[in-house]
């Protein structure tokens, strides 16, 4: 099978498998926002961010095994990570015991012992997904998250339709993460050894350790974020910024998680082609302009009508934050085109410069809302993310012989195209034309308008670009 053809079957599985997960974790959220207050969210927020925190080097642990082409790497990656994680487990506990009070999570004791079971569990099957990653095998991937989001998000409604609140949503990731363990060893054929030396442990370390440096500094931002929003202006404006971020996983999930989790393998299996590394970049970034420019525009019409739904009526602010901040999904696509980009071709320092850069925006941010008011928190935050993309490409042009100025250019159709699609579907609602009476119809009717018009407006102006488009996705 070609490396297109993988590539692009893999990205169709890996948009089923994120699919399937996205559906399930947000009926969840959802029906654990419906059964507590928004404060009540906001201190569980404060709970798992920290978790995420600490799970982000088993993150960047699995990068390493992706890109990697050898026997060895496997078998550092697996050793590392369980005993990183069974040392964070206890440390985090002993933490919390003494200084729990301290940090707002003394009512939160045993759903934080809870929670820290989550490490040792992702580190047991972290490098068994990888080299299935590795090894394009999404079909594989899919079948284990299908079983994963089943069993735990059955598990966490039965709990949520009894009462249990916050303990159902506990319950249903740790059940997953079983699953998840169980089936990876079972699919993956792979038993870890200790055939290792310190020459490949030392390589392992150098690269892991700038992978997590890279992605970690965007999480702790946000995570910092929400720990300063929460300290200024409250924990339901933890809870806010919460479920508006988490709708734009949403959308990040639909339109670039199935393409970035194929970008790594993909750019690391023609990283010694620069020709073929161009094409490669540009195609994605052209697959996923298509994707997340119209998505983008289309939640800032649809977006607090859509969070009012899904949510209630107390989440309205969540809904205006949304709107905004689904702007962002854009240029979420070409910060992890270049991000991965880098990662290819053998410099994650340059993704831990751009990582540090984003923490500090993150933090400018939080301050600046914190000080002006949760209103002008989206847009700051926008802004944000567009100085850092400028930052990123500055980085480019200078530290490599890449250019993204094809990739940009290419952009451009959809750009229009989604631009005159919001502009029909924010005149049609304000001229009355687009039912309003039910909410659900309302947003139904928008959506499908906004698809039509969007493929419209691409079909009759920009029929070459469609159709060379088209022909990336056939495989040759």
Same mark, same amino acid.
């Not at 990205?11 to 507590?36: E, H, Y």
């Not at 735990?152 to 059940?175: D, E, F, H, P």
């Not at 919460?242 to 970008?263: G, K, S």
């Not at 490669?280 to 649809?302: D, K, N, W």
């Given at each position: ?37 928004? &404060? ?21 642990? &699995? ?10 790497? %496997? ?14 487990? !206890? ?9 729990? %009070? ?58 949520? !339709? ?8 506990? @319950?249903?990731?740790?059940? &997953? $993460? ?15 050894? *200790? ?5 490949? #442990? ?23 974020? $929400? *720990?300063?929003?929460?300290? #200024? ?10 479920? @508006? ?23 690391? @299996? ?23 420019? %119209? ?15 899904? #949510? ?17 999904? %854009? ?32 933090? @400018? ?15 700051l935050a926008f802004f944000g993310q567009v100085a850092l993309l400028l930052f990123q490409l500055f980085i480019l042009s200078r530290r490599t012989d890449m250019s993204a100025r094809r990739s940009i250019k290419a952009m451009l159709p959809s750009v229009i195209a989604s631009v005159v699609m919001y502009a029909v579907l924010v005149g049609l609602s304000h001229a009355g034309l687009i039912p309003a009476t039910d909410p659900i119809v309302h947003v139904a009717v928008l959506s499908l308008l906004g698809a039509l018009v969007f493929v419209a407006v691409m079909m009759s102006l920009f029929r070459l670009h469609t159709v060379s488009i088209i022909r990336i996705l056939i495989p040759k």
């Amino acid at each position: 099978m070609s490396l297109r053809r993988k590539a692009i079957s893999s990205a169709l599985w890996s948009a089923a498998r994120l699919g399937v997960d996205q559906v399930f974790l947000l009926i969840m959220f959802v029906l654990i926002t419906r059964k507590v207050t928004p &404060a009540e969210v906001g201190s569980f927020v404060l709970v798992s961010s920290i978790i995420e925190l600490f799970r982000l080097p088993i993150s960047a642990i &699995a990068d390493a095994v992706i890109r990697s082409s050898d026997n060895e790497t %496997p078998n550092v990656a697996f050793w590392s990570s369980v005993v990183f994680a069974v040392v964070a487990m !206890v440390l985090l506990n002993v933490v919390v015991f003494f200084a729990g %009070p301290y940090l707002q999570l003394n009512n939160q004791g045993m759903i934080f012992l809870a929670m820290t079971t989550l490490l040792p569990l992702s580190a047991l099957c972290t490098t068994h997904m990888s080299l299935l990653l590795r090894s394009f095998d999404h079909r594989v991937m899919t079948i284990c998250t299908l079983a994963a989001g089943v069993c735990g998000g059955l598990l966490g409604y039965v709990m949520a !339709v009894n009462g249990y609140g916050t303990w159902s949503l506990v @319950a249903q990731k740790l059940l &997953a $993460e079983v699953v998840y363990v169980a089936f990876s060893w079972y699919f993956a054929r792979w038993v870890p050894n *200790f055939d290792m030396t310190w020459n490949g #442990f030392r390589e392992f370390i150098n690269y892991t350790w700038h992978t997590f440096l890279s992605s970690s500094t965007g999480v702790i931002g946000v995570r910092l974020q $929400e *720990f300063i929003l929460g300290v #200024f202006l409250g924990l339901q404006a933890v809870a806010a910024v919460r479920v @508006a971020w988490r709708l734009v996983d949403v959308i990040n999930a639909a339109t670039i998680q199935p393409m970035f989790a194929v970008m790594l393998p993909l750019f690391g @299996a023609v990283r010694d082609d620069k020709e073929k590394l161009d094409r490669a970049i540009y195609s994605t970034t052209v697959l996923g302009s298509l994707l997340t420019i %119209p998505a983008a525009l289309g939640f800032a019409v649809v977006g607090s009508d859509a969070v009012e739904i899904i #949510f209630g009526k107390d989440w309205r602010t969540a809904g205006d934050i949304a709107a905004v901040l689904g702007l962002i999904v %854009p240029i979420n696509l070409l910060t992890s085109v270049y991000s991965r980009s880098f990662s290819a071709i053998g410099l994650p320092n340059l993704n831990a410069l751009v990582g540090f850069a984003g923490l500090t925006v993150y933090c @400018a941010v939080a301050i600046a809302a914190s000080y002006l008011g949760l209103s002008y928190y989206a847009g700051l935050a926008f802004f944000g993310q567009v100085a850092l993309l400028l930052f990123q490409l500055f980085i480019l042009s200078r530290r490599t012989d890449m250019s993204a100025r094809r990739s940009i250019k290419a952009m451009l159709p959809s750009v229009i195209a989604s631009v005159v699609m919001y502009a029909v579907l924010v005149g049609l609602s304000h001229a009355g034309l687009i039912p309003a009476t039910d909410p659900i119809v309302h947003v139904a009717v928008l959506s499908l308008l906004g698809a039509l018009v969007f493929v419209a407006v691409m079909m009759s102006l920009f029929r070459l670009h469609t159709v060379s488009i088209i022909r990336i996705l056939i495989p040759k």
